[in-house]
């Protein structure tokens, strides 16, 4: 089992791109960068879409455009369209239950309250799909929490989150191969 398609969850446009709901689509620009994909906006799947290719693995990244609480449906699009099965598919979000500076992968699970991801569960009929989940840390209480993570993080938070993507980054090959064992051991011990 293989990964074939990449999301990175966040909001479209300039006002949203340093918010810290937006660290799966910065996640999925850097995957493009390096592995000289470009993003090409694709009405039909509600979003924009890359091709790259990883270690000889043909792999689409998806960053929807229908807002954070509407991910689903560009999701499930793009999935039906290629036929890609659920566990095919790596989500990248921003996790309020984990610290700046570290990144964990998980397979199945609820949605822990983030909309992106209950949109996606409710679309694909399913939990069972891969997430990379990019901590961001938590404003310290729950009323906070809609507009802390529609802000810019601080520099020092943001050079904790950039790490964290970094360090993704360096397991990215185990991921796509669907050598999540390897990828966890290697990214849980950063912590």
């Given amino acids: 089992m293989t990964i074939k398609l990449v999301v990175g969850l966040g909001n479209p446009g300039k ?9 799966g689509f910065w996640f999925c620009e850097t995957l493009a960068h390096l592995y000289t ?5 694709e009405a039909k799947f509600f979003g924009e879409v890359a091709q790259i ?11 929807p455009t229908s807002f ?3 991910s689903g449906q560009s999701i499930q699009g793009i999935a039906n369209f290629y036929q890609i099965n659920t566990n095919e598919i790596l989500v990248v979000h921003d996790e309020l239950d984990i610290n700046p500076g570290i990144a964990k992968i998980k397979s199945n699970g609820g949605h822990g ?3 992106g991801l209950r949109d996606t569960i409710k679309a694909l009929g ?18 906070q ?5 529609l802000h810019a993080p601080s520099k020092n938070e943001l050079e904790k989150i950039q790490t964290a993507l970094s360090d993704s980054l360096q397991v990215i090959e185990d991921i796509i191969k669907g050598n999540f064992d390897k990828a966890m051991k290697t990214l849980h011990t950063k912590e």
Avoid at 37 to 41: A, I, L, Q, S
Avoid at 56 to 62: A, E, F, M, Q, S
Avoid at 126 to 135: E, I, P, S
Avoid at 145 to 149: D, E, G, N, P, T
Wanted: hydrophobic letters at 30%; a positive charge.
């Fill in 37 to 41: 994909g470009n993003f090409k906006k």
């Fill in 15 to 23: 006002d949203c791109q340093s918010h810290r709901h937006n660290v």
């Fill in 145 to 149: 929490v809609a507009s802390f993570v």
């Fill in 113 to 115: 309250g983030h909309n």
């Fill in 68 to 70: 954070m609480n509407c």
């Fill in 126 to 143: 399913t939990k069972a799909f891969h997430r990379l989940r990019v901590g961001i840390g938590h404003p310290g209480d729950k009323s």
């Fill in 53 to 63: 290719n990883i270690s000889g693995h043909n792999i689409r990244l998806l960053k």
